[in-house]
T-cell receptor
Framework: EADIYQTPRYLVIGTGKKITLECSQT?????MYWYQQDPGMELHLIHY???????EKGDLSSESTVSRIRTEHFPLTLESARPSHTSQYLC?????????????FGSGTQLSVL | QKEVEQNSGPLSVPEGAIASLNCTYS??????FFWYRQYSGKSPELIMS????GDKEDGRFTAQLNKASQYVSLLIRDSQPSDSATYLC???????????FGRGTSLIVHP
């Protein structure tokens, strides 16, 4: 079983609030990711990291930011939440398997912005 | 055209039947292909990976890859109600090590 943890599991906040979604993994993986998923839709990559002090934006334009100060920790921050940010946010880390990555997902944060 | 396409379903099969899930992809040079299972309200978990043309079997699951036709499929034999979930196809596109996910196919196995 993957050891990757996300908190909080559910979050309901008002428009304009600053929030940070936490993600930690204990597997020593270098690579970590944030995905956004709406019901019945694809997972969209919003941020990823190759390792400490390395972060990149993904395919989906996002108003969030991330940081990677420690290998095990990859928090995502929204400076000013809006209703359009309402979604499921999934954190993942990966182990290299050949030329590709095997992803392990956290349990997700369901964010609702009122 | 989406990069990774799946029929959203739902696909409904009786218990004990074979469930066949299909996925097509747009990048002809893709090399790595994955199937993830996602139960309702849960996060995805990897169940199969395949890299070469042909079949790969793991228990009741068989992944089939046909690079010439650009499709990958997942067969579930002796389907059980516990197999009811959304199955996500993921493909490494354009040399990226990060997989691109399809929308997923909802599978319902009824007793």
């Amino acid at each position: 079983e993957a050891d990757i943890y996300q908190t909080p599991r559910y979050l309901v906040i008002g428009t304009g609030k600053k929030i940070t979604l936490e993600c930690s993994q204990t597997m020593g993986h270098d690579k970590m990711y944030w995905y956004q998923q709406d019901p019945g839709m694809e997972l969209h990559l919003i941020h990823y990291s190759y390792g400490v002090n390395s972060t990149e934006k993904g395919d989906l334009s996002s108003e969030s930011t991330v940081s990677r100060i420690r290998t095990e920790h990859f928090p995502l921050t929204l400076e000013s939440a809006r209703p359009s940010h309402t979604s499921q946010y999934l954190c993942a880390s990966s182990a290299t398997q050949g030329v590709s990555e095997k992803l392990f997902f956290g349990s997700g944060t369901q964010l609702s912005v009122l | 055209q989406k990069e990774v396409e799946q029929n959203s379903g739902p696909l409904s099969v009786p218990e004990g039947a074979i469930a066949s899930l299909n996925c097509t992809y747009s990048d002809r040079v893709s090399q790595s292909f994955f199937w993830y299972r996602q139960y309702s309200g849960k996060s995805p978990e990897l169940i199969m990976s395949i890299y070469s043309n042909g079949d790969k079997e793991d228990g009741r699951f068989t992944a089939q890859l046909n690079k010439a036709s650009q499709y990958v499929s997942l067969l579930i034999r002796d389907s059980q109600p516990s197999d009811s979930a959304t199955y996500l196809c993921a493909v490494n596109m354009k040399g990226s090590y990060i997989p691109t996910f399809g929308r997923g196919t909802s599978l319902i196995v009824h007793p």
